[in-house]
Structures are given as C-alpha cells and as structure tokens.
C-alpha cells in the first residue's frame, strides 16, 4: 500500500474546529501604545490597518459564535475570528468604530466582577479602565458578541472550587442577566487551561472557550488563538497566517501521523 493511502486511512478525523485550523486573533486594547510592557496595545492606526489586510485578501472578521457556526454549515471559508480579552473601555470608541466601518463584528470578553474598574491584575503595566454595563450594552447593541473573561480575572487553574464556579458560572448568570441574551463563550484568563477548568466551564453551560496555546486540550473548549500586536504590519500577518495551521495541529493528528510514517519508513 503507498505511503500515502496508508497516512489517510490510518490517521483520525480531526475536530471540525481544528481541520483546517480555524484562524482567531486575539486582541486586547485598541489605544496609543505608549508603555506596554505585556504587548496588549494595539493603536487605532495600526488596527486600521491590520483590518485592511484583511478586507484586502477577501477575509471577513467575525465573532467566535459566528465563525463556530460557519464552520458547522460548512460556511467557514474567508472568515477569520477577532476577540478582545479583558473588556477595555477603549474598545467602544476605539475598535467598534473601525470594525463597523469594515463591516466585521467581533466577541469581547469582559468581566462582570470589575464593570467599571481598572487592570489591577497587571502590575506591571499602565492603568486601563474597563466596560461600564452600559457600555457593554452598546457594543452589544452594534452586533458584537459578548463573552466572560471570568468575573475577576483569576487564573482558574489555581483557584480552588469556589472560586472556579464563581469565574465561570456566575459570571455567566450576571452577564446573561445584564444582556438578556445567551453567553455562549468563555475566555481562559492570561490563557491558562486545565481539564478541571475545561469540565468548570462545560458545566457552567458555555458552547465554547478560547484560550492560546492549549496544547493537548485543543478542542472547543480550549480554541487556539494567534497574539496580533503592535508590530504586526503586513508581512507578519502573512506569515502568521501561513503558519497556522502547521502551529495548531490537532495533538492526535500530529501524534498518528507521527506513528503511521514511522510504520511505512517514512523520514
């Protein structure tokens, strides 16, 4: 049998999620960059532009909910998923503006626990005020989808059960109350992901979660997303994006395929 035939009958079908490896930026503020010691600033001239790159190329940004469903109707050709991590009030007059300009939509992932607040989880870094509940009304009113981030900005990783079930759970029961809609989407705070904080967020009833390099809990409750920074101009997009799918292979795949060259002498 060739080498080939071999590969594609012995190797599993990967998720639908992650064949082709769906595209999702992660993005933070949308200010003046200024001091940013985290790499979580983008400028607004810089976004302007990376979202030209995309409308350039034919590709359209989309929130993680639209994009999951695309890709279950077999919908998800052109589309690339935008999220905002930690609901900066910035978004609202900053990045809403700009994506409704290109006709995008995107999921801001915000924190029920801090409406109003500031980045104190960031010691190191300057102080950014966060969605007020009207403000996350409005975005929410432009077509955006809003997701929990958690209720406080934790790691769920090493928090202990209480503390798990209130990140996740409440923070979708007083998200949903405040928009009177369902919260699909969750997002691990600074990305970081268990099987124990994957079986918390299933259970407290979201459709998925995002993380950033969830390794061998990909899966869609651990959706693998690409950093966009300050210093992404054109040419590293490209890049970027051709390298994704060799960067996020599902880790079955990458381990069968492993085992099926090895079977047929393959180097």
């Not at 359209?60 to 609901?87: N, P, Q, Y």
């Not at 209480?162 to 691990?188: H, I, K, N, Q, W």
């Not at 390794?215 to 959706?223: D, E, V």
Request: aromatic share 8%; glycine share 8%.
């Amino acid at each position: 049998m060739p080498a080939a035939t071999a590969l594609r009958r012995l190797l599993p079908k990967p998720p639908l999620w992650v064949k082709p490896p769906l595209w999702v930026a992660m993005y933070h503020s949308i200010t003046d960059a200024g001091d940013d010691p985290y790499r979580l600033t983008v400028s607004p001239v810089r976004f302007a532009r990376q979202l030209h790159w995309l409308g350039d190329r034919g590709l359209r940004g989309v929130s993680v909910r639209e994009l999951l469903d695309a890709t279950a109707a077999g919908r998800a050709k052109g589309l690339v998923g935008l999220t905002f991590d930690d609901g900066y009030a910035d978004f609202l007059d900053s990045a809403l503006p700009l994506l409704c300009r290109h006709g995008f939509t995107a999921t801001v992932y915000v924190l029920p626990g801090r409406l109003g607040g500031e980045n104190a989880w960031d010691t190191d870094g300057p102080r950014k005020r966060l969605l007020t509940e009207d403000e996350i009304l409005r975005i929410a009113g432009a077509g955006m989808e809003i997701g929990s981030h958690g209720l406080t900005h934790v790691s769920l990783t090493e928090a202990d059960d209480a503390v798990l079930a209130a990140e996740t759970r409440r923070s979708r029961e007083l998200l949903e109350e405040m928009t009177g809609t369902p919260v699909d989407g969750f997002c691990y705070p600074y990305g970081q992901v268990d099987p124990r904080a994957i079986h918390a967020v299933r259970k407290a009833g979201y459709r998925y979660a995002c993380a950033i390099d969830p390794g061998p809990h990909t899966s869609s409750y651990a959706l693998p997303r690409v950093h966009i920074g300050e210093d992404d101009t054109s040419w590293r997009l490209t890049a970027k994006r051709a390298l994704h799918p060799l960067r996020r292979r599902h880790p079955a795949d990458l381990v069968a395929r492993r085992q099926v060259m090895t079977a047929v002498g393959a180097p």
